[in-house]
């Protein structure tokens, strides 16, 4: 069933009974039997002209893993596991009307700076990496919309605190697709964000690594970003081909 269901996938349009069984090597009796089976159960669906396509089931079943999946449970390994790697806290958050949530965070159990913002927190979107990348999302009105409703307010001197500022820092987030926060909600300390995509390809939540300013590698940027590609594969996003 499961080769048939691959080959069914792998066609971009509705395939024979024999095309389905050279695909599968299942003779052609038994690849029509196991047809009909699925057929019944609305696995696939079966033309007048006798070929076959994947099943409106298929989709049902589809949105009921995607209604269950939880971002914060897929992630955390990954989190773990760069953590382990780099030493550093390492930081999930989404996105909440005009500000970044904390959804998670592995601490690095040895930093000396104060970290404002742990799991529950909330911050200003563009006081910190991990909101930059969803303003990044917004189209040049929307941000500036951001901007009047917030009134842009700092915490440090390195704080965005104009549209000017903003905007050039979001154009290099969108070139680059990476965010840095450089000491702008909290001094002494730096962070690097990417973000995280689900199966449309929506951003709906973003990794980051938070150190003190004078531990931060800027080697970091390339693993969080692997980090992030990963847990966007885990939850149905693929990348589109260059």
Known sequence: MMSLLDALAASPDAASLKQLALATDLHPS?????????????????????T??????????????????????VALPYMQELHERIGEAINLGARHDDEIVYLERTSSGRSLVR??????GRAPLHLTSLGKLFLATDGPQKVR?????????????????????LEKELDKVRRHGIAYDDEEAELGLKCVAAPIHDDEGNTVAALSVSAPAD?????????????????????????PRK
């Open 52 to 73: 076959y396509r994947l099943g409106i089931r298929l989709l049902e079943l589809g949105n009921i893993v995607k209604s269950r999946i939880n971002v914060r449970e």
């Open 115 to 120: 970290v404002v913002y742990l799991v529950g």
């Open 145 to 165: 919309d951001y901007a009047k409703r917030t009134g842009l307010p700092g915490k440090t001197p390195r704080s965005l605190t104009t549209l000017t500022a």
């Open 30 to 50: 038994t690849a029509h039997r196991i047809l009909a089976a699925m057929s019944n159960a609305r696995f696939v669906e079966r033309q007048d002209a006798g």
């Open 215 to 239: 531990r931060h590698d800027p080697d970091w940027a390339l693993q969080v970003r692997k980090t992030a590609d990963a847990v966007s594969q885990a939850l149905g996003y693929s990348s």
